[in-house]
């Protein structure tokens, strides 16, 4: 029996070498083909005048709609944010999912709102709706206040409301940049086939913002937020532009997404029974399409446009992460049938394949190579130089593609203007590969089996601070 056993962790060592080789490939790849693009959307917006492409007259109206629930630290300064947009033709639709707290309070008394009529077509199902607001001193804005029932069913109760043929998912605790809906809407405007895209999420916390505007962007204070902002560069920057570039996106982060709305009306909109409605959608656009032969794309846009607060503690950071990993499961096995079949060409051999076994199973081959092939090598059952290639798959490969992420960034868009930033950034790209992740990677492998054994699985709420002014560093670098 011992010799069975022996023989089953030495097969289970090698595979866990060659599961991250063939992980740090496809990596490797997504990268390649994300500076590939890259470089030809800057070469575009430097020689070929491309931000000045959409002419008022063709530019398609949008709905910018916004879900909030118990949204009082931020909700303000999000909506002022809407207002500042660069564009021709919007309206914003704020629909407040039945908070408890002061959400619906503090925006009719910063804008003045009062009770009016608007005809509400159900095309979608939705909860009750209990009323509209407005004031015609704010023309854009309209708030809905309906019942308690969670995101993905304000965002239908706000698709139903809205008026455009495009309309634009917002979270409540995110700020825009001026020319967000410009840059994003784009890529439709040259090519219709683009049914749904989506562009950078960065994170808000330590800038310096005023009535919804990001006045200053400068690095958190704390650790917890800074090693997510490494952890977003590397996953925005490659990783879904990378993914894109194949033409193999499964996930549009429902911070900030563009959709055709006929499209998703005619997909049934977003589902109210899943953990991750936005990943649930988009998975269900490329199933629809495909299934009636449908000509189209689903994008990313790789320019920063949207800033978040993100978690500022392990408690909150913990909920988001697993809720975002048993989302990824449960879109994974909702649509499970698509795996493997040549009706879904690409998205069927390559892109759900490369989300169910490096982005979902990952963490969990991550954390049981730790152990088992850590404890292997103190009992010699693998030697040093089998170790020592482990631990180079495991953590400098790793190290490489988030420090590449950041100077990729540092080459490109360059948010964090100071020369003390990129070095930061640099320091915690090296940082999160000692700790970070691995506790990333132990999280989510409890969303895995938590996904596979609980009864019922629950979204979990993640408390925000609030966009709180930093303190601005006023010497020269």
């Given at each position: 029996?011992?010799?069975?056993?022996?023989?089953?962790?030495?097969?289970?060592?090698?595979?866990?070498?060659?599961?991250?080789?063939?992980?740090?490939?496809?990596?490797?790849?997504?990268?390649?083909?994300?500076?590939?693009?890259?470089?030809?959307?800057?070469?575009?917006?430097?020689?070929?005048?491309?931000?000045?492409?959409?002419?008022?007259?063709?530019?398609?109206?949008?709905?910018?709609?916004?879900?909030?629930?118990?949204?009082?630290?931020?909700?303000?300064?999000?909506?002022?944010?809407?207002?500042?947009?660069?564009?021709?033709?919007?309206?914003?639709?704020?629909?407040?999912?039945?908070?408890?707290?002061?959400?619906?309070?503090?925006?009719?008394?910063?804008f003045r709102l009062k009770r009016v009529n608007i005809?509400?077509?159900?095309?979608?199902?939705?909860?009750?709706?209990?009323?509209?607001?407005?004031?015609?001193?704010?023309?854009?804005?309209?708030?809905?206040?309906?019942?308690?029932?969670?995101?993905?069913?304000?965002?239908?109760?706000?698709?139903?409301?809205?008026?455009?043929?495009?309309?634009?998912?917002?979270?409540?605790?995110?700020?825009?940049?001026?020319?967000?809906?410009?840059?994003?809407?784009?890529?439709?405007?040259?090519?219709?086939?683009?049914?749904?895209?989506?562009?950078?999420?960065?994170?808000?916390?330590?800038?310096?913002?005023?009535?919804?505007?990001?006045?200053?962007?400068?690095?958190?204070?704390?650790?917890?937020?800074?090693?997510?902002?490494?952890?977003?560069?590397?996953?925005?920057?490659?990783?879904?532009?990378g993914l894109s570039a194949l033409n193999s996106l499964?996930?549009?982060?429902?911070?900030?997404?563009?959709?055709?709305?006929?499209?998703?009306?005619?997909?049934?909109?977003?589902?109210?029974?899943?953990?991750?409605?936005?990943?649930?959608?988009?998975?269900?656009?490329?199933?629809?399409?495909?299934?009636?032969?449908?000509?189209?794309?689903?994008?990313?846009?790789?320019?920063?446009?949207?800033?978040?607060?993100?978690?500022?503690?392990?408690?909150?950071?913990?909920?988001?992460?697993?809720?975002?990993?048993?989302?990824?499961?449960?879109?994974?096995?909702?649509?499970?049938?698509?795996?493997?079949?040549?009706?879904?060409?690409?998205?069927?051999?390559?892109?759900?394949?490369?989300?169910?076994?490096?982005?979902?199973?990952?963490?969990?081959?991550?954390?049981?190579?730790?152990?088992?092939?850590?404890?292997?090598?103190?009992?010699?059952?693998?030697?040093?130089?089998?170790?020592?290639?482990?631990?180079?798959?495991?953590?400098?490969?790793?190290?490489?593609?988030?420090?590449?992420?950041?100077?990729?960034?540092?080459?490109?868009?360059?948010?964090?203007?100071?020369?003390?930033?990129?070095?930061?950034?640099?320091?915690?790209?090296?940082?999160?590969?000692?700790?970070?992740?691995?506790?990333?990677?132990?999280?989510?492998?409890?969303?895995?089996?938590?996904?596979?054994?609980?009864?019922?699985?629950?979204?979990?709420?993640?408390?925000?601070?609030?966009?709180?002014?930093?303190?601005?560093?006023?010497?020269?670098?």
């Amino acid at each position: 029996m011992g010799s069975y056993l022996l023989k089953f962790i030495g097969w289970f060592n090698y595979l866990v070498l060659v599961y991250y080789t063939a992980a740090n490939a496809i990596y490797l790849v997504l990268l390649v083909m994300a500076v590939w693009l890259i470089v030809v959307h800057l070469l575009r917006l430097n020689y070929g005048k491309y931000q000045e492409s959409i002419h008022p007259s063709t530019a398609p109206p949008v709905s910018v709609l916004l879900a909030a629930h118990n949204e009082e630290p931020n909700i303000v300064d999000s909506v002022k944010s809407l207002f500042h947009l660069n564009y021709p033709d919007y309206e914003i639709i704020v629909v407040n999912d039945g908070s408890t707290d002061s959400t619906l309070k503090r925006l009719v008394d910063e804008f003045r709102l009062k009770r009016v009529n608007i005809i509400y077509r159900m095309v979608i199902p939705t909860a009750r709706v209990n009323a509209f607001y407005a004031n015609p001193e704010f023309p854009k804005l309209t708030v809905v206040d309906k019942a308690h029932a969670g995101k993905a069913d304000s965002l239908n109760a706000g698709i139903n409301v809205s008026r455009a043929p495009y309309f634009c998912s917002v979270d409540a605790d995110s700020v825009l940049e001026g020319d967000a809906i410009m840059r994003l809407m784009r890529p439709i405007v040259e090519n219709p086939d683009v049914k749904a895209t989506g562009g950078i999420v960065r994170i808000a916390n330590g800038s310096v913002i005023k009535d919804g505007r990001i006045i200053r962007v400068q690095l958190p204070v704390d650790s917890v937020s800074r090693l997510q902002v490494v952890e977003y560069i590397r996953s925005f920057l490659f990783g879904r532009a990378g993914l894109s570039a194949l033409n193999s996106l499964l996930i549009i982060s429902g911070t900030f997404s563009m959709f055709h709305k006929k499209t998703v009306q005619a997909a049934g909109g977003y589902s109210v029974n899943t953990v991750t409605e936005d990943m649930e959608l988009v998975v269900r656009l490329h199933k629809c399409l495909l299934d009636t032969n449908r000509r189209y794309l689903i994008n990313f846009v790789p320019d920063p446009i949207c800033w978040t607060e993100a978690p500022r503690d392990f408690a909150m950071l913990k909920r988001q992460r697993r809720r975002w990993h048993m989302g990824l499961a449960e879109s994974i096995f909702i649509y499970r049938h698509m795996l493997f079949r040549f009706r879904y060409g690409r998205i069927g051999f390559f892109a759900l394949p490369y989300q169910l076994f490096i982005e979902l199973l990952g963490p969990v081959i991550e954390v049981l190579g730790y152990f088992v092939v850590t404890a292997s090598f103190f009992f010699g059952i693998v030697d040093t130089k089998f170790f020592m290639l482990f631990l180079t798959m495991a953590i400098l490969v790793g190290i490489f593609f988030s420090t590449g992420a950041i100077l990729l960034e540092e080459l490109t868009y360059r948010r964090y203007p100071k020369f003390k930033d990129l070095l930061v950034l640099l320091a915690y790209g090296v940082i999160e590969n000692f700790g970070y992740r691995q506790l990333m990677s132990y999280w989510r492998t409890l969303a895995v089996f938590k996904f596979v054994y609980a009864k019922e699985k629950k979204w979990e709420f993640v408390k925000k601070h609030g966009f709180e002014p930093a303190i601005e560093d006023t010497q020269e670098e």
